[in-house]
């Protein structure tokens, strides 16, 4: 597991801190900048009945209930998670 993915775990699980070694990792690499930050997208497909206008298969509605953006702030010392949900609109927060 890299250094990234320990943090994005601890995000998901509801840890928002980043131990002192993957900060310490993560600018000895000086690459933290870089990192575009990772895209979810949580719901239900319902299926909507065959294709009827190109290849075959199947078409499905989608029904988001959720869609989170967790990345670095623009100066790469914090991790900010914004989430989307039909009900709350769009929230942020930011964590050392």
Sequence with gaps: ???????????????????????????????????????KISGRAIAAGPNTGGPDGDRFHADITEVVHTHLNDEATMLVVEWWTPTHGLRRVARE
């Excluded at 601890?10 to 870089?34: K, N, Y």
Aim: net charge negative; proline share 5%.
């Design 1 to 39: 597991m890299t250094a990234w993915q320990k943090v994005e775990q601890a995000a998901v699980q509801g840890e928002t801190w980043i131990p002192a070694e993957i900060r310490a990792l993560a600018r000895a690499f000086g690459s933290e900048a870089q990192w575009p930050g990772e895209a």
